[in-house]
């Protein structure tokens, strides 16, 4: 068993053919981090300054949502279920409602067409490693 952290802005995993090989070896695979510690969900004028462009792609993030009329949760869950769709997803929670939630967003995303995924892709900014990794993020 092994987890993976794999969200819409980063696609290493998958580029290196990480994510087929656990497939084809039947690696018990589980998601997590979808929402890159809330920073996906949150607005981006308001969402803090962690890296040098972390802002600006954001904004491409949360204009593709709205222009696919798809919520930043939902379009989070469905690029997971995507690019692992053999996986599990491991979503936080602390409450009840949240958990509610979680699944509405589940069930949602699981109705998604896969071109609103293949299409992200094609414009999915490339961003360096102190964006795609919270650990390097210069937060105050």
Known sequence: RTEV????FDQRWKREGVLDELMKQNVMTSVRSVFLQGL?????QNSPPVA???REALEVWEGYCHS?????????????MYCCPDAT??????????LRANLSVYEDASRLEVYHF??????????DEDILNPGMWKVS
Do not use: H, N, Y
Request: proline share 2%.
């Open 5 to 8: 952290i794999t969200f819409c």
């Open 40 to 44: 996906l969900l949150m607005a981006a």
């Open 52 to 54: 040098a462009g972390s």
């Open 68 to 80: 696919r009329g798809v919520s930043k949760a939902v379009m989070a869950v469905g690029f997971a």
């Open 89 to 98: 997803l491991t979503i936080g929670c602390e409450t009840i409602e949240q």
């Open 118 to 127: 293949s299409e992200w892709e094609e414009v999915l900014p490339d961003l």
